[in-house]
């Protein structure tokens, strides 16, 4: 390679490597205008608005401008819909563990849903088991798609999967528990690509769960309650999309 090649890599690799610090003080800067957590109630943003789901609807086309725009206001996907599970289905431990860092923006999250061997458009086929063995939850399946998960920040997955596969009820048989990243049995696969373009290394991976452990006060809401926890989740998440 010619000296100006090697300059030039070594120029760009700081360049490219220095976002994470604009962002930083992006972040900064947002919080200063009161552009935080719009998408909560008023006491957990820095404007003190209560804003309705339409008046949000509108500041959301705004910040989508920007890839930046959403991360840079902490109302970026799937964070923002994670941060309001834990906010209306949470226990104090949940919200203190997950909660209030994400509010602060010190972690990132993922939502485990979509998995590859089922049509996951209608979420009852999803059949990650996780199974209840003395005071722990083990996990196994696949999922893919699943944003965030390469974003080196992530330290939270929230995964849906069966709890009861007998129940008569279809919509009682699922549940979501918390998997914190870096959990044995746990991986994150290859990046996806959508139309060629490929998101590595932040972007919609494959992960699997191989005999996951967690604790039993790991689960949300409750055994059996995953639809009441998706669709609180993902309802008002497609109107507040930012990207």
């Not at 608005?49 to 206001?73: C, H």
């Not at 914190?180 to 290859?190: E, H, L, N, V, Y």
Request: proline share 7%; glycine share 10%; with cysteine.
């Amino acid at each position: 390679m010619s000296p100006e090649f090697t300059r030039l890599r070594k120029v760009l690799a700081d360049f490219v490597e220095k976002e994470p610090e604009i962002i930083e003080k992006l972040k900064k800067r947002a919080r200063s205008l009161g552009l935080w957590n719009l998408f909560l109630p008023k006491q957990y943003t820095k404007s003190g608005a209560q804003l309705t789901t339409y008046e949000y609807g509108m500041l959301s086309e705004i910040m989508g401008r920007s890839i930046l725009g959403p991360v840079a206001t902490n109302c970026a996907a799937p964070d923002t819909g994670n941060m309001e599970v834990l906010l209306h289905y949470g226990t104090e431990e949940q919200k203190n563990k997950w909660l209030y860092p994400l509010l602060d923006s010190k972690i990132r999250s993922a939502f485990a849903m979509t998995e590859p061997a089922v049509a996951s458009s209608d979420a009852t086929n999803i059949n990650t088991h996780i199974r209840k063995v003395g005071n722990e939850w083990v996990i196994n399946g696949e999922k893919w798609w699943i944003s965030n998960a390469g974003h080196p920040d992530c330290k939270v997955f929230f995964v849906l999967g069966v709890t009861s596969p007998d129940h008569p009820d279809i919509h009682r048989r699922h549940s979501v528990v918390i998997v914190p990243a870096g959990t044995p049995g746990f991986t994150i696969g290859r990046p996806m690509t959508i139309y060629g373009y490929d998101d590595a290394p932040h972007g919609h991976c494959e992960v699997s769960f191989k005999d996951v452990r967690v604790p039993l006060e790991n689960i949300i809401l409750g055994e059996g309650r995953g639809f009441e926890v998706i669709q609180g989740r993902l309802g008002p998440g497609k109107l507040k999309h930012t990207k």
